[in-house]
């Protein structure tokens, strides 16, 4: 990516590291074109049309602006947000970040306080919107009031059906729809089945959020698509193992070094461990929904504490 510069020494040093490695990590991805990628210009004008460099343009103009203004008049939360959204629009080519956006569902909402906030500027004058915070959504190119036949969606549509296409030229290659997750076209993959997963799991089944129409399941179904990845797999099956462990002992608690299963007890150690992460408010990939499939089959969250109970009952 041509034309960019690392955040100048002379800004401070908090407004540096935010910066400098959203930026970066901006750029590597934008850098990071796998060989199917590269080949767009020969998939069809749609595919080459994803690709000509207003997102380039709009993610340098957005950060030289946060470089300009700093930390003290944008603030870090609003920073640490917009440097997510050029993430996502490094990923997408747009800025229309899905309401129930899977991968990060913080920047689905904020995105749309953002439209509310902009709203009330406009209708009372006073909004924690900021003129220079205006400005820097302005460079993004960010959608004020986006409507469903509007033009940033019909960019959306365009994405998506570019990307399938990708999609259709890697199935044709390879004979397969298990796209590395470390590519673009991979990361999209994963986005499809995090959101068709959100579809299932909804109470309504409203498509809205993630944008997963019927036509676009179709169109997957058509390339033989598997909706659940090989770590989903992995998942369902220790969870069988687990039931099974349970039904014959009568509990949950799989012994540290079971000879018998050291894989399930492996899994069970690695389950404790993220579930100690999240509780710190680290990433890890145990989910809400995962954690509540586990407590529904009376999982031991701390081994050696149910393991001290244990003694107690016994004297």
Sequence with gaps: VTGFSTPSSSFSGTFRREIGQKHHMVVKQMEALTETEKSRSSISPVTEAVNNGETEEKIKAATELMKEYGEGSLGGPFIQRVSELLL???EYDHTVVPKRYAPNPTLGNWVNKQRQQYRLRKQT???TLTPKRIHV??????EWTPNPGGAAHERSDQVWIANWELLKQFKERHGHCRVPSST????????QR????SQLQSEQGSTSGSRLTKQRIDMLNSLEFEWSSKWDDIWNKRISQ???FRDIHGHCVVPIHYRENLQLANWVSTQRKNYRRRAKGKKCALTE???RQLDE???VWNYWENEMHKWGDDD
Excluded: C, H, P
Aim: glycine share 12%.
């Design 88 to 90: 996502f629009l490094s």
């Design 125 to 127: 004058g006073k909004s």
């Design 137 to 142: 959504l302005d460079a993004v190119g960010f």
């Design 184 to 191: 673009k076209l991979g990361r999209w993959t994963v986005l």
């Design 194 to 197: 995090m959101n068709y997963k």
């Design 242 to 244: 687990l039931i099974e």
């Design 289 to 291: 929904d995962r954690i």
């Design 297 to 299: 089959l009376g999982f």
